[in-house]
């Protein structure tokens, strides 16, 4: 069965930087657009950041444009979000995301409708 699995998160102080992975397996991940996700504790989940099945296209939320980075690595069936600069209100549950169609990625501003999902990984930042 298709699994995500995230990593990486933890605690950073503000303006240090975190890297995220997730580790996707059973689905053919270089046809998979890949996103990035966040949930604060009390908030709706919000998009963070979205990158094309081939890694061309990328696209990121106003709020991380020019701190964040996403990547992916297809050989490995990795996906990647470099955090720096980060702020409190970065602090959430960070999740990754897959769907066949990097469209319904850029279109969710809250995930609804992604065919998978992985479990989150915590990051904190202090101030």
């Known amino acids: 069965q298709v699994q995500l699995v995230e990593s990486g998160g933890g605690l950073v102080q503000a303006g240090g930087s975190l890297r995220l992975s997730c580790a996707a397996s059973?689905?053919?991940?270089?046809?998979?657009?890949m996103g990035w996700f966040r949930q604060a504790p009390g908030k709706e989940r919000e998009f963070v950041a979205a990158i094309s099945p081939s890694g061309g296209n990328t696209l990121y939320a106003d709020s991380v444009k020019g701190r964040f980075t996403i990547s992916r690595d297809n050989a490995k069936n990795m996906l990647y979000l470099q955090m720096s600069s980060l702020v409190p209100e970065a602090a959430a549950v960070y999740y990754c995301?897959?769907?066949?169609?990097?469209?319904?990625?850029?279109?969710?501003?809250?995930?609804?409708?992604?065919?998978?999902w992985g479990k989150g990984t915590l990051v904190t930042v202090s101030s």
């Open positions: 995301g897959a769907d066949p169609a990097y469209r319904t990625l850029v279109l969710s501003s809250h995930g609804n409708g992604l065919d998978y």
């Open positions: 059973g689905l053919t991940f270089s046809s998979y657009a």
